[in-house]
Every structure is written in C-alpha cells, then in structure tokens.
C-alpha cells in the first residue's frame, strides 16, 4: 500500500464556463496534519467538497488510502470522516442521538465506541442534552465526535477552531496531533487563522485562484535556513547609533523597524554582541529571536492585495 | 437499509411538528363521527319500522330523480341513483339494514383521508429539503452509502408514515364509532352499489377497497411532493404547489374539460373508484387507461427526484 492517505491528481471543476479548481496536485502522508489555507474564493470549500463527495470532479481523481472517490466512493467515503464548513446536526435531537444516527450509517460502530468518541471530545454532560442548546464549541466538539466514530484514515476538519474558547483550542489542538501520532490518521485542516495552523501542522498548501500556489513543511519554516544563521530582533536605545555599532562590530546589516532592529547572526554571537553593544552605553531593553511568521510568507506568496 | 429508515422515523418522530400533526388527525378521527353519524332519532333501525323508512325514503328520492336540475348533473344523480338502489335492495331481500356503528363509522372515515394526504405531503416535503436547511445533508451525503439508498429510505419512510397515520385513523376511528355510535358486530354486513349493481359485502372488506382507492390519490400527491422537493430543495415551496394542486385539482380538470388531452391530466385519473361506483370524468376511459397514466406520471416523479438528488453537487448554501 502507499504511505499517502490522500492524494490529489490534476484536480479540476468548472461550473458553467467558469474553471474555478484548476489543476490541483498534492498529497497527505498518513499521520500528517495538512494545513489548507488560502483567501475567501480561492477555492478551498470546493476542494474539501470533492474530497468527500458532495461535488462531483470535472476530470482528475482523488483517492483515499488507494481508493478513488469517483469509481470507488463507498471504499473511500468509509475511510473519511469530515467537517464541511460548520458542524450542522440535527438541532431537535441530542448529542448522543446524533451519534447513533450517523454510527448506523458505517458498519461496527458500536455504542462502546460512541462512549469512547463523545469521551474523547469532553462531551459526556452535554451529550443527553439537545443540539439546538449547543454552544458553538459544543456543536465543534460534536461535529468532530461524529467525524471519528467510523475511525477514519482521513479526517478532514473545516475551521476546527471556530468558535472555541482558548482552552478549548488547546485543547483541540492536542487532540488532532494526537490522532495523527498514535492513530496515523492524516488530517486535513483547513482555517483562515494562519496562527492556528502553524502551531497544529506539518505541512502547509496555500491556495489561491485554484491553484496551489506553494506546499511547505511548517517545522522547517520555522527552524532558521542554515542552522548557523538566526534571526535576531533586538529593542536598543539609541537605535540609530546601535544600527552603525553592529556593522561597524561584525558587519551586520540591521533593518530598523519602529523601535525595533532586525537582522541575522550565527547564534553564538548574540552574547558578545550584546555585552559590546552594553559596553558602549547602549540600553538594551529586550533581545528576542526572531522569525518569520507563517503569515509573513502567506502574505509574501499571495502578495497584499489579493482579496479581489 | 433497515437502518437507514429506522433513522428516518427517529428524525421524522423526534419533530414536535410531526407529533402535532398525528394529534390533529387522531382528534379528526375521534370527533368526526358527529359529522357523519346520522341523527339517531331519526333512524334508528328496529324490526318493526325499517320498511317504512325505507319506502319513506325512496319516495323521497323517486322525486328527486325526476327533478330536472338533478337530471342536468350526471354525477349528483348516479348518487342519488345509488341511495335508491340500495335502499331497495334491503327491500327486495328483506334484509334489515344495519345501525350506524363503529365499523361504518370507519367506513364513511375516508372522507377525511384527505387530511392524511395532507400530513404525507407536508412530510414528503420536507423529508429531503429539510436535510439541506438544517445543513446536515452535508453529513448524510459523505457516508459510505450510496444517494440512491438514502433517497430511497425517505421514500419509504414517507409511506410508513402514511401507513402509521392511516392504521391510527382508523384504531382511533373505530374506537370514537363504538363510544359514539355503538359496535355494529365483528364481521358487519352492508349492501352497496359497485359495479353498477348493488352487492350485500362486509363491511371490513369495503373498508380495504375504498381506502386503497384513496391511497392511490395520496401516494400520488406525496410522490409529486417528494419529487417537487428534491428538484429545488424548498420544503415550503413543495408544500404549497402540491397542495393546491391536491385542492384545485378537480376544478382544473373542470376547466379544462373541453380540450381533448385534459384526460392525460394527473387529477383526471387519481380517483380510481370513477370505474366502479361512478361515471368516468371522460367518457371512453377505462380503468387500464387510467393505471396506465398513473404510472407514467409516478415514474416521472420518481425519476426527477432520483435525478436531482444522485447527479447534483452539493454546493454551498
């Protein structure tokens, strides 16, 4: 078998005369956590709704763990559980009801299974009460519940975080890393909260106008290019005068921005550059590492503008 | 697919409206025998006086039938016809006719089918719909089963539904006939006209035929509703346009009665029961003819529906 639990090949849907998925190549290791980012109309929505066969492609194919949802949809539709767009169940039912509707739709669901799921997401008070009632943190858990009764290779999860609060975020956020570390389930998230993504993901697929415009790994991002260089950020009176004693020390070119110089150095520079700076009457008031934020290199790759 | 209906009965019965909806058609049932029972005074059958009230009628309506404004309407006058004709049945055969009782309460509760009609459209209306406004479909349709068994459960859970609320209607109905009207026995007999004369049947077994008569019209409706439905996804769209198509049926048929293809209309064919009490609405159609039109118009239905819900995206609201 492959090692992918999702591969896209030339993805493509037009309605009308209008091509508005044009192309789309990529794929998720299993145990991965794939984060799908790109603007309002890039095409995201509909790409989730292909992979799980609520549209129909216009020519490609997407397989699931080797099976293709277009002539093989009940061997790939079993291996996913989803979220598309808000977790909309039945409002007149309860948790616990909902559960067992849609466990009835897989095979071995059993109710020792739905305990364990609704456990999972912290649901046990609030089960026995009706949708409707739910929070929209509550309504998040339950949409995730029922996305992994069936225990799914592929979860796909629209703006998980919505709607959660800060724990609850931390929370959520560990549990999907956990299902793609010890269950090897691939999850893809897809979230217009850059930050979010960048704490909970692998690898990162940045959409725009139905084109995957870049795929990156999210670890090396972060991680400085040549492991000698690091980006510094350093908050210093005067500015001016530190900017000139850097370049003057070691040649550093230091970008003033606001109260703030940015530059690069190997590592193990940073002390004696602080103590010469000390040395000549500088004050000092913070020293920091810095990097650039996933949201820099979106901004940088879709460029300012680019909610038309 | 045992599943699949049972989940559509536990979202179908877990909605207050349907619960509403059952309630009011177990009160019609309970209380529509006032409307039907005839005033007991007036006859109450004994071994003693029902010849002469039976002769009393049957002058009433010799006079009648010479009216000429009851000759002018076809249908009125088979009606009246039909009331001579078994009255004079009881007389020829002298056979007592039976009282009012639970079983001919039963009988005459066809008359209110139209309401469960009713009920199934507003059912088969939202059943598909529904899903898409409450958004859930987004979670029925990624499930390892095919848009065609799902379709084809909340087809088969709107006609349970119409078989739950029509064995209640008539449990319910029985019951209010026996409090109100008495028990006319276990296996009553009544004459009737059918066929163009007049028969001495069970009661129960004119029960059996005249509603399944009836069903035809609501699985038709229903059917109509569904597919209404699915095609634009609006609950209360579907609503409206079968109901007043259930409502204004016969009056469209009345209008168009001149053109020469007004027989292939729907509510021209949907009371089947024109063949074998009454005058068919035109002449020169017979009972295959009328199947046979029913039929096309069920499997154009079923097709727009099937098609609408397997071959459409599901795209965003």
């Known amino acids: 078998m492959t090692e992918n639990a999702m591969e896209l090949v030339d993805v493509r849907k037009s309605i009308g005369s209008k091509e508005i998925i044009k192309g789309l190549t990529f794929s998720i290791k ?37 099976k293709s949802i277009v002539s093989e949809y009940k061997d790939a539709a079993r291996k996913i559980g989803a979220i598309v767009e808000n977790p909309e169940l039945y409002p007149f039912m309860t948790g616990w009801q ?68 800060p724990t609850g975020i931390r929370e959520m956020r560990q549990h999907i890393r956990k299902l793609a570390e010890e269950e090897n389930v691939a999850v893809i998230i897809s979230s217009h909260l ?49 900017r000139s004693l850097l370049y003057a020390h ?58 038309v | 697919m045992f599943n699949l209906v049972r989940n559509e009965q536990m979202k179908l019965f877990l909605q207050k409206s349907t619960w509403a909806m059952l309630i009011a058609l ?65 007389l020829k055969n002298d056979i007592m006719p039976l009282n009012y009782g639970a079983w001919q309460y039963v009988l005459d509760g066809k008359g209110f089918l139209p309401l469960l009609s009713l009920l199934t459209i507003i059912v088969a209306a939202g059943i598909v719909a529904n899903e898409y406004r409450w958004g859930s479909i987004k979670l029925l349709l990624i499930r390892p089963i095919t848009r065609t068994k799902i379709l084809l459960s909340k087809y088969l859970s709107v006609l349970l539904f119409a078989l739950i609320g029509l064995a209640l209607f008539m449990i319910v109905a029985w019951i209010a006939g026996a409090i109100f009207a008495g028990v006319d026995g276990l296996n009553p007999k009544v004459a009737v006209y059918t066929d163009g004369k007049v028969v001495y049947d069970s009661i129960i077994a004119r029960v059996f035929e005249d509603y399944g008569f009836k069903l035809v019209n609501l699985v038709m409706m229903a059917t109509f509703a569904f597919a209404i439905s699915t095609l634009f996804r609006n609950s209360a769209l579907a609503i409206g346009i079968s109901i007043f198509l259930m409502m204004a049926g016969s009056s469209i048929i009345v209008f168009l009665m001149e053109k020469s293809w007004a027989k292939y209309i729907l509510f021209a064919n949907t009371d089947l029961t024109q063949y074998t009490t009454g005058v068919p609405i035109f002449k020169g159609t017979t009972l295959g003819f009328s199947i046979t039109v029913l039929l096309v118009y069920y499997v154009i239905f079923v097709v727009v529906s099937w098609l609408s819900f397997t071959k459409r995206d599901v795209a965003g609201s």
Request: aromatic residues 8%; contains cysteine; hydrophobic residues 40%.
């Open chain 2, 26 to 90: 177990v009160l019609m049932a309970f209380f529509g025998v006032f409307l039907t029972k005839p005033d007991s005074d007036e006859v109450k059958y004994t071994d003693a006086n029902w010849r002469t009230i039976l002769e009393k009628e049957n002058k009433k309506i010799e006079k009648n039938l010479k009216d000429p404004e009851t000759q002018a309407d076809e249908q009125y006058y088979q009606y009246v016809m039909q009331d001579y004709e078994v009255n004079e049945y009881y």
């Open chain 1, 30 to 66: 299993k145990g991965e956590v794939f984060g799908f980012i790109g603007p309002n109309g890039a095409g995201k929505t509909t790409t989730i709704r292909m992979m799980v066969g609520l549209m129909k492609l216009s020519s490609g194919e997407i397989r699931i763990d080797g």
């Open chain 1, 98 to 165: 909902n559960l067992v509707h849609f466990a009835r739709m897989n095979k071995g669901v059993t109710n020792e299974r739905i305990k364990e799921v609704v456990e999972l997401v912290g649901l046990e008070k609030a089960v026995k009460e009706k949708v409707g009632k739910y929070s929209l943190g509550m309504r998040q858990r339950i949409g995730i519940a029922q996305a992994l009764l069936h225990r799914p290779s592929v979860l796909i999860l629209d703006e998980p975080t919505n709607g959660l609060d």
């Open chain 1, 250 to 307: 070691s040649k550093i070119e230091a970008k003033a921005e606001g109260d703030l110089l940015r530059f690069q150095c190997e590592k193990d520079k940073i002390p004696e550059l602080v103590a010469y700076l000390a040395g000549e009457n500088i004050a000092i008031y913070q020293v920091g590492a810095g990097k650039a934020t996933l949201e820099e290199k979106f901004f940088d790759l879709m460029g300012e503008n680019t909610i």
């Open chain 1, 194 to 242: 850059l930050s979010e993504i960048e704490l909970m993901c692998d690898r990162v697929g940045m959409i725009q106008n139905g084109k995957m415009v870049a795929v990156q790994s999210v670890r090396d991002a972060e991680k400085p290019d040549t492991p000698a260089l690091q980006d510094v950020i350093l908050e210093a009176q005067p500015i001016e005068k530190s």
